[in-house]
C-alpha cells in the first residue's frame, strides 16, 4: 500500500512538472529584443505545435517536433526544456532529462543571466521560466537518487523563488536523505 501510495506522488508530481514546463503565457516567453537575432517563425510553429500535440497527449509526435526545432536553433533554451521535460514525465530517462535540462539552463542563463546574481529579477516575466527550469532539474535529480543535488537545487529555487509544492518537495527530499 505504501508503495503504491509512493508511486502516485511520483506520477503526480511529474504530471506537474510536465504541465509547468508547458505552460505558456506571454510572461514566461522570451522578449523579442532580448532574443540573440531575428526571430525564427519555423521554430516558434514546431513549439507551438509540440505544445499542442503534449495537450492531445501526443507526446512522440511533440518529441519529434522538439527535435526538429532543437536541428533549427540548438541555442535556445526552449527545446532542451521541453524534451528535458518530456524525457522526464513521459519516458523516464531521467539521465537524458537531466542532460537536456542542464543544456536549457545553461543556454538560458547565456541569454537572461542568472538568478544568483539577481539579474533575473530586473526582466519582468523571465523568472518564471527559471523557476521552471530549476524544478524540472530537482526533480530529474530525485529520480536520480541525487537526493544532495535535488536539495541544493530547491534550495537555489528557494532562495529567489516561492510555489506552494516547495515546502513539500523539500521535506520528501529531507526525508530521502
Do not use: C
Not at 532574443?35 to 510553429?45: A, F, W
Not at 541555442?75 to 537531466?98: C, E, I, K, T
Amino acid at each position: 500500500m505504501r508503495k503504491l501510495v509512493l508511486l502516485q506522488l511520483v506520477i503526480f508530481t511529474s504530471l506537474f512538472w510536465i504541465a509547468l514546463a508547458f505552460a505558456q503565457t506571454d510572461e514566461s516567453r522570451p522578449r523579442a529584443g532580448k532574443l540573440p537575432g531575428p526571430k525564427n517563425p519555423e521554430l516558434e510553429v514546431l513549439l507551438t505545435e509540440a505544445t499542442e500535440f503534449f495537450i492531445l497527449e501526443q507526446p512522440i509526435d511533440a518529441r519529434a517536433k522538439l527535435q526538429k526545432a532543437l536541428q533549427i536553433a540548438p541555442n535556445d533554451y526552449r527545446p532542451h526544456m521541453l524534451l528535458g521535460a518530456y524525457y522526464l514525465s513521459n519516458v523516464g530517462h531521467f539521465q537524458l532529462a537531466y542532460k537536456y535540462l542542464l543544456n536549457s539552463q545553461k543556454l538560458f542563463e547565456q541569454m537572461y543571466g542568472s538568478d544568483l546574481d539577481k539579474s533575473l529579477t530586473q526582466q519582468q516575466g523571465i523568472w518564471r521560466t527559471n523557476a521552471k527550469i530549476l524544478g524540472l532539474i530537482s526533480e530529474a535529480r530525485l529520480n536520480l537518487d541525487d537526493y544532495q543535488g535535488a536539495l541544493e537545487t530547491l534550495d537555489r529555487f528557494g532562495l529567489t523563488y516561492w510555489d506552494d509544492w516547495y515546502p513539500g518537495t523539500k521535506a520528501w527530499v529531507l526525508m530521502k536523505l
